[in-house]
Each structure stands twice: as structure tokens, then as C-alpha cells.
Antibody, heavy 121, light 106 residues
């Protein structure tokens, strides 16, 4: 069974750093890209970026480029999303999702359970 | 970025009804569209990919159709478990973008 298990909820202050994780199991981790998707409270879904776990190649949405960093460690089948300096506007639920991709075009066939990040002073 | 506009934003229906949700793209996306169902407090779940292909395990009452700039999700004979929010997602080009969602309520 494919599983993506995310790290737990976080409460942080503005300016703090944070890294959340997404551990894949039940499939060949390096075969599928992992994307991160943001969902702000009572809002829609926003694709942030993705990583190819096989070679750690990343690509980002222009809306998130420079604001977050996506990384991975294939030895422990885990992808990460990190911030160096959080803002209150980063408060959201963050999902990792497995991309079923062809030629770089991906839909998401399995999702993590979500990590709620709350940034408040 | 390709803008995805879903309609309606909210849809009131009853068990047994047939409903249709439309996703309009700001430019052609061919068939590169997926539909997801999301329930409160849960992650999205893939229903349809490539505009009309049913994901394994998804009931056949869900049907996707269309191509180009106007694509639809039809649910025939609504079941109680279907009341949720539905999102479309284009994967024709980067960045991938989602519709704003359609809340299907009783």
C-alpha cells in the first residue's frame, strides 16, 4: 500500500525556521516526483513545487520560488519542505503528494495526511 | 499561469440527483485535467485523470468529459458519501493550477 506520512503540526513564531517532512513507503520512492501543495484556511489548493527524489532535481511555482526550499533524502525515502524565516501568511495546511507524471505533466494519485503550520506571535 | 475557473462555487443537491461541475481554463489544456474530492479535515483524493480516466477504486458514477478549455465532472445518482468539495487541476503546463473548488452540499 502506498503511504505518504507527514510530520506533525507545528506552531512557530514569525521569523523562525521550519522543516516539515513527508515519508513515502509501499512503492519505489525514486520513481515518482513528490510535490508540495498549500491550502490556506478555508481556501483552495496551490501547487508549490516538486522534487525528483532520484536526483533531487527541483522546480518551483514562481509564487513560491525563493520563499521555500524543497529537498529530499532518498536513503530514508523522505521529502522535505522548509522555510528559513516564517511569516504569519505561511499559516496553512501543507500536503505532500505523489506525482504521476508523463513528460513533466503530473497529477497526484496519493497524498499525505497534511501538516498544519501555524505562525503566530 | 493558466487560470482555472470552476462553476458553480456551491451546489445544493439531494441524494439520487445528477450533478455537473464545470472547469474552464484560461487557455487550452487539451485533456490534461484531474478532478479531486476533498472532505473536511482530509487530504484530496484523486477521482479522474486525463479528463476522463477513472482512478482505480473510484465508483463509476463519477464521469469526466471535455477537452480544450471546458471540462466537466458529472456525478450520476449522488450518494451521501459524495457531499464534499471538488477541485480540478490542470497539468498541461507549469505551474500546475487548481480551480477554486465546488462545495457540494445537501
Amino acid at each position: 500500500e502506498v503511504q505518504l506520512v507527514q510530520s506533525g503540526a507545528e506552531v512557530k513564531k514569525p521569523g523562525e525556521s521550519l522543516r516539515i517532512s513527508c515519508k513515502g513507503s509501499g512503492y519505489s520512492f525514486t520513481t515518482y516526483w513528490i510535490s508540495w501543495v498549500r491550502q490556506m484556511p478555508e481556501k483552495g489548493l496551490e501547487w508549490m513545487g516538486r522534487i525528483d527524489p532520484g536526483n533531487s532535481y527541483t522546480s518551483y511555482s514562481p509564487s513560491f520560488q525563493g520563499h521555500v526550499t524543497i529537498s529530499g533524502d532518498k536513503s530514508i525515502t523522505t521529502a522535505y519542505l522548509q522555510w528559513s524565516s516564517l511569516k504569519a501568511s505561511d499559516t496553512a495546511m501543507y500536503y505532500c503528494a505523489r506525482g504521476h507524471c508523463r513528460g513533466g505533466s503530473c497529477y497526484f494519485d496519493d497524498w499525505g495526511q497534511g501538516t498544519l503550520v501555524t505562525v503566530s506571535s | 499561469d493558466i487560470q482555472m475557473t470552476q462553476s458553480p462555487s456551491t451546489l445544493s443537491a439531494s441524494v439520487g440527483d445528477r450533478v455537473t461541475i464545470t472547469c474552464r481554463a484560461s487557455q487550452t489544456i487539451s485533456k490534461w485535467l484531474a478532478w479531486y474530492q476533498q472532505k473536511p479535515g482530509k487530504a484530496p483524493k484523486l477521482l479522474i485523470f486525463d479528463a476522463s480516466s477513472l482512478q482505480s477504486g473510484v465508483p463509476s458514477r463519477f464521469r469526466g468529459s471535455g477537452s480544450g478549455t471546458e471540462l466537466t465532472l458529472t456525478i450520476s445518482s449522488l450518494q451521501p458519501d459524495d457531499f464534499a468539495t471538488y477541485f480540478c487541476q490542470q497539468y498541461h503546463s507549469h505551474p500546475y493550477t487548481f480551480g477554486q473548488g465546488t462545495k457540494l452540499e445537501i
